[in-house]
């Protein structure tokens, strides 16, 4: 560590010589990213753990997310089409419904199911508590999956991302239209968003990201397409360490709301403290640390 900075001096006397008496550009080159990287080294701040952490979550991660906000509103939008589609569909066509939910993974509900069964489901009566169980976890490990395939996949000109959450949209609406059928639309909807509210921004995010990595790609501008794409990845990354951090969250309210939030009213309350918190945190300008 004491013989680096007679190193750097060494290197940069080095390339101060090196075009003059070399015609090897290669090794200017060298000579000059070993120079750049050297400096960092020498001269660079020095951070800590703490420090980074702190940094990626006042200032690296929201801003990040801010930045992306036309994705992400592409990525409700779409979302929100998906939702309603299915939602229809199933109202007019009961028949629709395994078209969006995979019969092993519908947890024994379907348009077959009494009202009574779907009520049980919702507030963890003993003869309810396996269904619930059974589409929580499907729940959680499919929003799980498509986020991290929206962002994997957005490289293909944002295509998979899109359809992904499309779907991700469209399971959600057939569910929402089994339970709107029996009476059940608000009850479901408090049990959904008690969780779901952090779970579904996440994949909106995580689609978000994916989003910007496909356009990028698709109209790079003055960049080339691979540095357009590094560039969004990047950004997608660090959007992605949080989604990751806000689908743990999500599976803690999950676990939670499922044991001890039976209330309606409780579970609403929840869901809006949320997403008040999200909105606060992502889109409310705070002031810069010095």
């Known amino acids: 560590m004491l ?10 006397s080095s390339l101060s010589v090196a ?6 550009q290669a090794l200017v080159d060298y000579l ?31 801003d990040t997310v801010r930045a992306m906000w036309r994705e992400t509103l592409a990525a409700a939008l779409v979302t929100l089409a998906g939702l309603a589609a299915a939602y229809f569909l199933v109202r007019a066509d009961p028949s629709f419904f395994f078209s969006f939910v995979p019969e092993s ?19 963890g009566a003993a003869d309810g508590h396996a269904p619930l169980s059974v589409f929580a976890a499907f729940l959680f490990t499919h929003n799980a999956q498509i986020s991290f395939f929206a962002f994997a996949l957005g490289i293909a000109f944002c295509l998979p991302s899109i359809l992904l959450i499309a779907y991700n949209g469209c399971s959600l609406g057939a569910m929402f239209a089994l339970f709107d059928a029996h009476g059940l639309a608000a009850p479901f909807a408090g049990w959904v ?54 689908l743990f969250i999500a599976g803690i309210l999950e676990g939670f709301a499922r044991q001890l939030v039976v209330q309606d009213g409780a579970r609403y309350a929840i869901a809006a403290a949320s997403a008040i918190a999200w909105f606060g945190y992502f889109y409310i300008p705070r002031r810069r640390r010095p």
């Open 193 to 246: 968003l008690v969780h779901g509210v952090t779970e579904l921004l996440a994949i909106m995010l995580a689609g978000a990201a994916g989003i910007r990595i496909g356009w990028a790609v698709a109209f790079p501008g003055p960049l080339s397409r691979l540095q357009a794409a590094e560039r969004a990845g990047r950004e997608g990354g660090i959007a992605m360490l949080g989604v990751v951090i806000m």
């Open 105 to 123: 993974l519908a947890g024994g509900r379907d348009p077959t199911t009494t009202t009574e069964q779907l009520r049980a489901t919702l507030y």
């Open 3 to 12: 013989a680096i900075p007679a190193l750097y001096r060494a290197t940069l």
């Open 19 to 24: 075009p003059a008496s070399s015609l090897d």
């Open 32 to 62: 000059e990213a070993l120079s750049a990287r050297a400096y960092f080294f020498v001269y660079g701040s020095r951070t800590t753990l703490a420090e980074r952490l702190l940094d990626f979550f006042a200032s690296a991660w929201p």
